[in-house]
């Protein structure tokens, strides 16, 4: 559930959700209110009907009567009694205008200025399922009524009885079903929404495993299509750059090539033969850093036709080659899996790890497990290690622990290089730590292949 609303997808369904429970609820309130308001009209209204004729009919009975007549006319809402007039009020309500002009000439009717008791007490009628309340507004006072013959009477008109208040449980054959649609609805939406951005943040992860992916296919909204059309497009550009710059380091190295080979036919001439052998092992070097450096290139562009593997098959080839050349180089576990890769790349790769190890630590001992879904490639050395702040470092082009570029060191510092830029294309990592118990342990992390994945 965190990592769902962490995701796009949750926080656009989670803040969909939300917009329309809050406009329900606002809508559903001002339905509410406006209901009350009309009940308190129809109620103020029912009232003063049921005042004209109460007061009418008590009228008509003898004087001797009228207070056994109203003990039995008095319902709930509306009570007349007989009585000594009130304190009159300032001003008239509108409820004691409106029974004086009904009742017509002859009717005295007045707004008392104190009330019944019953409309100080709160009376909360409830709203929006009987989550909330509102305040009754209806008519509530105390009359004083003189008939036409001079009796005077007392009307009270009181408020309906306070809710029991609480949640209905009748309500939740509402509820429920209106909340369960507009999940459905928001999630729906929030899926639809974050589709395209899921499909191109996709593309993007894989353009920088595979720059030769097939394009994105150009459909859904417009702005989408826009989009789509603009990654294309950066796609076929950085391919293009790539392919030059390839093409350029090539021609370089080619066109260096001659040079060199007369440069060295030339250095067999030196008399010398302790300079012959110093401009030599500098020659030599050139050449291996314009050799690397096109191999540095040519590990950006993905040519080679991704194929599934058997990790622990590549493994035994390349520590058996390894063997095969003299160095010492021992391999151990299995990972058990298959990974979809490029098998000349990863052979490379795999290669610089171990001639590394051996250049710098003299033996590379390889151990291969399984975890969490990936193979787990370690190979550690008997060096002195790398100090801690090289550690970082140690993948830039070109960069060596050790400054010396002689035959004996070895290396133009392009090794870590291209290894890490072959892992990240096959979607793994490449890591340095040194050990506990000494020497250098590089850590090579390769995703598993899933067919439907």
């Known amino acids: ?30 339905a509410d209110h406006e209901r009350l308001r009309q009940f308190e009209q129809q109620r103020d209204q029912h009232l003063l009907e049921r005042a004209e004729q109460l007061v009418m009919a008590t009228e008509i009975v003898p004087a001797s009567a009228r207070m056994v007549y109203l003990s039995v006319a008095n319902r709930p809402g509306l009570r007349l009694e007989v009585g000594t007039p009130q304190p009159v009020a300032g001003a008239h309500t509108w409820f004691a205008r409106s029974l004086a002009t009904r009742l017509g000439p002859g009717y005295t009717i007045t707004s008392a200025a104190n009330r019944p008791p019953s409309c100080e007490l709160p009376n909360q009628q409830p709203v929006l399922y009987g989550l909330m309340y509102a305040q009754w507004r209806g008519a509530c006072e105390l009359l004083n009524v003189r008939l036409r013959d001079g009796a005077e009477l007392r ?30 609805l928001a999630y729906a939406v929030a899926r639809m929404t974050t589709r395209p951005l899921k499909q191109l943040a996709k593309a993007a992860q894989d ?18 299509r826009q989009a789509s059309a603009a ?36 250095l067999e001439k030196v008399p010398d ?22 191999v540095l290139a040519r590990s950006m562009d993905t040519t080679e ?8 098959s590549l493994l035994e080839a390349v520590c058996a080659d390894a063997s095969d050349a003299g160095q010492q180089v021992g ?9 979809l890769g490029r098998p000349l790349d990863l052979r490379r790769c795999l290669g610089n790890l171990i001639d590394n190890a051996v250049k710098y630590g003299r033996e590379a001992r390889v151990s291969v497990d399984r975890i969490n879904g990936a193979a787990r490639v370690r190979i550690r050395d008997s060096g002195p290690g790398i100090p801690q702040a ?54 090579l992390m390769l995703p598993e292949y899933y067919p439907n994945k």
């Open 155 to 184: 009307l009270s008109v009181l408020p309906p009885r306070p809710s029991a208040g609480g949640f209905d449980p009748e309500y939740r054959t509402v509820i429920i079903p209106f909340l369960l649609s507009i999940a459905l």
């Open 207 to 224: 353009l920088g495993h595979d720059i030769n992916r097939a394009p994105l296919a150009l459909t859904g909204a417009s702005e989408i």
């Open 331 to 339: 391999l151990s576990g299995r990972a058990g899996m298959a990974l």
């Open 231 to 266: 990654f294309n497009a950066m796609q076929a550009r950085i391919r293009q750059y790539i392919f030059q710059r390839t093409q350029m380091l090539a021609a370089i190295t080619h066109d260096l090539q001659t040079p060199l080979t007369r440069m060295r036919l030339r």
């Open 390 to 443: 090289e550690l970082g470092r140690v993948f830039d082009p070109f960069y060596r622990v050790e400054t010396s570029r002689s035959r004996e060191s070895g290396g133009t510092g392009l090794g870590l290089t291209i290894a890490r830029n072959i892992a990240e294309q096959h979607g793994g990592s490449i890591a340095l730590a040194n050990h506990p118990e000494g020497g250098l342990e590089v850590t």
């Open 1 to 30: 559930m965190k990592a769902f609303l962490g995701s796009m997808t949750g926080r656009v369904f989670v803040t969909l959700l939300l917009g329309m429970v809050i406009s329900a609820a606002l809508t559903q309130l001002a």
């Open 273 to 294: 033969a302790e300079l012959q052998e110093r401009l030599i092992g500098d020659l030599s070097a050139m050449q291996e850093m314009v050799r690397e450096g096109l």
């Open 305 to 312: 036709t991704m194929q599934l593997l058997d990790l622990d």
